[in-house]
Structures are given as structure tokens and as C-alpha cells.
């Protein structure tokens, strides 16, 4: 995740998002791996989710991702969730032509309480795509506690390395195809800069060889003298 991501989520019922670099749990074996990465936080205030009568927060990217019909697919994502929240999961809807949502097609395992909190955990899922729509949108879900002695605490679940691909076999995260796009136009762009800086030391060079223009001869210095 980079802070522009934060521009491609939405986030619902109250709840905030924003983007954090993970330093907490260290120590931990199984988080080492993401140990100074960009995670999405995604956070909700129980006393206030309360007042307006909400039980969660969802999450999900503004723009829907288009997928083949009939087709299997499988979804991937790493989610850590805090002590307060009681589950939290995702699942995948089409988007029908009106905005409305169709039938769900899939829905992740549940962390819940009884599962580690502030440790991410994988949570995978294989799908297949019907024909109502072409389109779909993957929404996160973010369910806080309701035997809490205190509601003013926020219940917050961290998203990490999100990855769809097609087929029935998750395969690792690689940048989508704009970011790929970007990275390869500022490689090009370095690697023109350091071609003008080596240039620029070749021609600096030439010209100060014996001889050169900027370097006195050794018939210079006898008439100098």
C-alpha cells in the first residue's frame, strides 16, 4: 500500500481508513515478513457506532473490478484485528447494472475473538462468477464487540497484500499494471540521468587530459616561468 491508495477505498457505517507502516508485534515470527510494510487501518468508534445504530464498518475499493463469467477465481488477503473486534472477513458481490448488489459469491473464513489478535492471518477463498454482472466489488468487514465494559475504544482491522487472481491456485502480489507502468517509466528515467552524468564525466575528462584546453602544456609552464 501507498498513501495514494488511500484515495481508491471508501469506507462506510462511520468508520475511517488511513495507511500505517507496521512496527508493532515485533518479535513475533510469523508478522517478521511484514515488518515495515504499508498496511490499510481501517477503524471504527464503538460509543459512536452505538449512537447511530451501526454493528460494523465496511471497507471496500471505489472502483469495481471487472471478471470473466463462469469463471473460477480465488482471493487473498492478509487481516490483523484488534482485541475489540468481534470478526471481521471479506466477501465478493457483483455489481448489477443499477448499482444494486447481486448474489454473493463468496465469503472469507471469520476471524473472530477467538482468534490472536494484532497478528495477521491469511484468509483465502475460491470462487466462481455467475452472469449477472461482470463487474464486482470486494468489501471488508469490520464487526466490534458488544460486551465491552467500556464502548469508548475503537475497533480496528489492518488489511495487508490484497491479491485476485484467476483460477483455483492464489499466486504472490505484483504490482498492478499502471504501478508496473510507473515503475519502468522512473527506471528509465534514472537510468537516462545517470547516462547524462557519465557523459558529463567522459567529456570532463577529455578536457582535462595534457593538452587539453584547461591544463597548461609543458612548453606553457617553460614560458610561464
Request: aromatic share 10%.
Amino acid at each position: 500500500f501507498s498513501e495514494d491508495v488511500l484515495d481508491k477505498y471508501t469506507t462506510s457505517y462511520g468508520g475511517e481508513h488511513s495507511i500505517h507502516t507496521y512496527a508493532w508485534g515485533t518479535g513475533r515470527p510469523q508478522d517478521e515478513f511484514i515488518k515495515g510494510q504499508k498496511v490499510l487501518r481501517v477503524a471504527q468508534h464503538i460509543q459512536t457506532a452505538l449512537n447511530n445504530g451501526y454493528t460494523y464498518c465496511r471497507t471496500s475499493l471505489k472502483e469495481n473490478v471487472v471478471l470473466k463469467p463462469n469463471t473460477e477465481y480465488t482471493m487473498s488477503v492478509y487481516i490483523s484485528k484488534s482485541n475489540v473486534c468481534a470478526k471481521t472477513f471479506f466477501a465478493i458481490y457483483p455489481v448489477l447494472a443499477d448499482g444494486s448488489l447481486g448474489t454473493k459469491v463468496c465469503k472469507s473464513d471469520e476471524l473472530t475473538v477467538d482468534d490472536i489478535s494484532s497478528t495477521f492471518i491469511k484468509l483465502t477463498k475460491t470462487f466462481t462468477t455467475g452472469t449477472e454482472s461482470n463487474t464486482y466489488t470486494v468489501r471488508y468487514y469490520n464487526y466490534y464487540r458488544t460486551d465491552l465494559v467500556s464502548n469508548d475504544t475503537s475497533t480496528i482491522m489492518y488489511i495487508y497484500n490484497p491479491m485476485l487472481s484467476e483460477g483455483n491456485k492464489e499466486i504472490p502480489w505484483t504490482p498492478a499494471p499502471e504501478d508496473q507502468q510507473e515503475i519502468v517509466t522512473s527506471t528509465i528515467k534514472h537510468m537516462s540521468k545517470i547516462e547524462q552524468k557519465a557523459d558529463s564525466i567522459t567529456s570532463t575528462v577529455s578536457s582535462m587530459k595534457i593538452g587539453g584546453g584547461n591544463l597548461l602544456r609543458r612548453t606553457d609552464f617553460d614560458e610561464a616561468r
